[in-house]
């Protein structure tokens, strides 16, 4: 495995298949109240430059429960904020801790930090990629489906970070993907492009009901991510038929299930009705965070 996970493509199809068999087995051991403390002594710094729950939870409960420790840093109280460079903060911190996870705005500054760093790093979100979510989201798929194979995907709403990453990990599992935004919203040119050229399966279309019609799938994720809140009015403005609600999964399959990373914003990119229905694996899809998480983590800093 690579040192660092910073793209879902990071990882092959066959270390995919090993972090999500593990992953399985951890969320099995977690059930029956067993003891997996495996990396007794390592520590995780997790360094902040936006908000978080649920990584930030499931990273730190994750560590712990594998007999580690996870350090919250908020990146405006380090002194990267105060102008100190990525590559002395990497190689200062690679000589405390065992690995880092960063969540960032740019996905250079993660970058940056891997190419300095001595110890592996995770991305924890940055304005290109979220690989940790497609980890939880592909493990929930599994489990639900069985398999991913052929498996037809639905993205609705904006072209973002979880979309990009989306795209790419179609290359692992085999799911063809069609992705539904506005004009002007689309997906990363360069993700589309790597994924068609590696054998991704990936579509674009402008309307949702031509995306989620015959889906297994459909996902979706917030119209104004972190980072683009200056845009709100005109977004709120661009995404209004873009809903995830009970008129459009009348066009997909009655079986079809809906992931949403979260947080979730209800009447805007989905419906409460499609949240609560009985269509929804967000519950389950935040909760294998955490697993999928752990198993990333074993084989990351175990040595
Ligand atoms: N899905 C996700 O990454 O959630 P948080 O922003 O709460 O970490
Ligand atoms: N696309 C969202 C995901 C949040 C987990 C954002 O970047 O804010």
Excluded at 178 to 199: C, L, Q, S, W
Aim: proline share 2%; with cysteine.
């Amino acid at each position: 495995m690579k040192k660092d996970f910073l793209s879902i493509l990071d990882i092959s199809k066959g270390e995919l298949e090993q972090i999500l068999c593990e992953a399985g087995q951890l969320k099995t051991l977690k059930k029956e109240g067993k003891v997996h403390d495996v990396l007794r002594g390592k520590n995780l710094a997790m360094i902040f430059e936006k908000s978080s729950t649920r990584t930030h939870i499931s990273f730190e409960v994750g560590m712990n429960e594998l007999g580690g420790h996870a350090l919250f840093l908020n990146a405006r109280d380090m002194q990267i904020w105060r102008g100190e460079e990525i590559r002395d903060t990497a190689r200062a911190a690679s000589r405390y801790v065992s690995g880092l996870m960063i969540r960032a705005y740019k996905h250079s500054t993660i970058e940056e930090f891997a190419r300095h760093a001595t110890i592996p790093v995770i991305n924890g979100l940055s304005d290109l990629e979220h690989p940790c979510q497609l980890l939880a989201d592909i493990m929930t798929i599994q489990e639900h489906f069985g398999s991913t194979r052929e498996l037809r995907v639905a993205w609705v709403g904006d072209g973002n970070n979880v979309c990009n990453s989306l795209i790419l990990s179609t290359v692992l599992t085999g799911m063809n993907v069609t992705v539904a935004t506005p004009r002007g919203y689309e997906p990363a040119e360069e993700i589309v492009k790597k994924a068609h050229a590696i054998g991704g399966k990936v579509t674009l279309v402008r309307k949702p009901e031509q995306a989620v019609k015959d889906a297994d799938i459909i996902v979706t994720d917030t119209w104004i991510s972190m980072g683009d809140d200056a845009e709100r009015e005109e977004r709120m403005r661009v995404f209004r038929d873009y809903t995830v609600d009970a008129t459009l999964m009348r066009h997909a399959s009655p079986d079809a299930r809906v992931l949403h990373c979260l947080p979730a914003h209800r009447g805007q990119e989905i419906a409460d009705e499609v949240m609560e229905g009985g269509q929804s694996l967000v519950w389950d899809e935040a909760e294998n965070r955490l697993h999928a998480q752990k198993a990333l983590l074993v084989r990351m800093l175990k040595k």
